[in-house]
């Protein structure tokens, strides 16, 4: 008879109301932190695809960088045979302006297509004997 009391003790104290409502209320904590983790999650894709797109624009800025210096170049070169120093800051700021736009567009094309983008930018290394 012993036994069965204390049986009977450990049923009613594993069930009792206070641990049924520590349990709900743990149950309740635990759907809170789903969400949040949901939340969560949906922050670092979010940081994952602004980081491959950062990537990919610095990659064709510095796969630019060798031709950019290469224009870069030709550009003082030619702006000191003139004798002003006007027609050197001219002669930058056309390189610069033109080159820009293409560099520019070579981003976007890595967005999209980089296998593109690199044969663009390899063609051009390759005609101008740069790496």
């Given at each position: 008879?012993?036994?069965?009391?204390?049986?009977?003790?450990?049923?009613?104290?594993?069930?009792?109301?206070?641990?049924?409502?520590?349990?709900?209320?743990?149950?309740e904590h635990?759907?809170?932190?789903?969400?949040?983790?949901?939340?969560a999650e949906?922050?670092?894709?979010?940081?994952?695809?602004?980081?491959?797109?950062?990537?990919?624009?610095?990659?064709?800025?510095?796969?630019?960088?060798?031709?950019?210096?290469?224009?870069?170049?030709?550009?003082?070169?030619?702006?000191?045979?003139?004798?002003?120093?006007?027609?050197?800051?001219?002669?930058?700021?056309?390189?610069?302006?033109?080159?820009?736009?293409?560099?520019?567009?070579?981003?976007?094309m890595a967005?999209?297509?980089?296998?593109?983008?690199?044969?663009?930018?390899?063609?051009?290394?390759?005609?101008?004997?740069?790496?």
């Amino acid at each position: 008879m012993g036994v069965l009391i204390s049986l009977a003790l450990l049923y009613s104290s594993f069930y009792s109301p206070v641990r049924v409502v520590n349990v709900f209320l743990a149950e309740e904590h635990n759907k809170g932190r789903v969400a949040e983790v949901e939340k969560a999650e949906r922050i670092v894709e979010e940081e994952l695809q602004s980081l491959e797109v950062f990537l990919r624009k610095r990659w064709v800025e510095e796969r630019w960088a060798g031709l950019l210096s290469y224009w870069v170049k030709i550009a003082e070169e030619e702006g000191e045979g003139a004798s002003e120093g006007l027609a050197k800051t001219a002669a930058l700021s056309a390189v610069k302006k033109s080159i820009l736009l293409l560099i520019n567009y070579t981003k976007y094309m890595a967005l999209e297509k980089p296998d593109e983008a690199e044969k663009l930018i390899s063609i051009l290394e390759k005609v101008y004997k740069i790496k």
